[in-house]
């Protein structure tokens, strides 16, 4: 029964240590923060003679890479282990961290694109009502009939 809820806890604790992994990964390799930095590394893993170098700056550019670095770390900090004791438990504690990781960045990132979508579906209705004067979005599900079709030359400049 205790074995029960000891992998009990190292799951929990998998959930848990995966959010600052991905969250760590995330933020190199995508934000705003990390941007100069992270162009220097994109240029120096396309542009340096050496394939070595080269794939050590990529390492800073790619979530999934980057992602066991950060792994790493926390295993090395927490001493977490999952299933096994010592190097066995190390080893899927590490991938099962990653791919946990992984999976919340990619949720993230998902999210991240229906919220930019949104907001470009919304900056474009305003656009076509500042335009226009009218709402071309439809009604109740059925296409507003007062709406005049907008050429494509009116999107050329949204």
Same mark, same amino acid.
């Given at each position: 029964?205790? =074995?029960?809820?000891? +992998?009990?806890?190292?799951?929990?604790?998998?959930? *848990?240590?995966? &959010?600052?992994?991905?969250?760590?990964?995330?933020? !190199?390799?995508?934000?705003?923060?990390?941007?100069?930095? #992270?162009?220097?590394?994109?240029?120096?893993? #396309?542009?340096?003679?050496?394939?070595? !170098? #080269? /794939?050590?700056?990529? *390492?800073?550019?790619?979530?999934?890479?980057?992602? +066991?670095? *950060?792994?790493?770390?926390?295993?090395?900090?927490?001493?977490?282990?999952?299933?096994? $004791?010592?190097?066995?438990?190390?080893?899927?504690?590490?991938?099962?961290?990653?791919? !946990?990781?992984? &999976?919340?960045?990619?949720?993230?990132?998902?999210? #991240?694109?229906?919220?930019? =979508?949104? /907001?470009? /579906?919304?900056?474009? @209705?305003?656009? &076509?009502?500042?335009?226009?004067?009218? @709402?071309?979005? $439809? !009604?109740?599900? /059925?296409?507003?009939?007062? =709406?005049?079709? *907008?050429? $494509?030359?009116?999107?050329? @400049?949204?």
């Amino acid at each position: 029964m205790s =074995a029960i809820i000891m +992998h009990h806890h190292e799951l929990i604790w998998l959930f *848990v240590l995966a &959010i600052p992994i991905a969250c760590i990964a995330w933020t !190199v390799t995508h934000e705003e923060i990390f941007a100069a930095p #992270r162009n220097y590394c994109i240029r120096q893993s #396309r542009e340096h003679r050496s394939a070595f !170098v #080269r /794939k050590c700056f990529y *390492v800073f550019t790619c979530e999934y890479c980057f992602s +066991h670095y *950060v792994t790493a770390f926390f295993l090395a900090a927490t001493g977490y282990t999952l299933l096994l $004791p010592g190097w066995r438990g190390y080893l899927i504690g590490g991938f099962s961290l990653v791919w !946990v990781a992984n &999976i919340y960045m990619g949720l993230f990132g998902l999210l #991240r694109q229906a919220i930019k =979508a949104e /907001k470009t /579906k919304i900056t474009l @209705d305003e656009k &076509i009502i500042e335009n226009n004067g009218y @709402d071309a979005s $439809p !009604v109740n599900g /059925k296409k507003n009939s007062a =709406a005049k079709k *907008v050429s $494509p030359e009116h999107w050329k @400049d949204i």
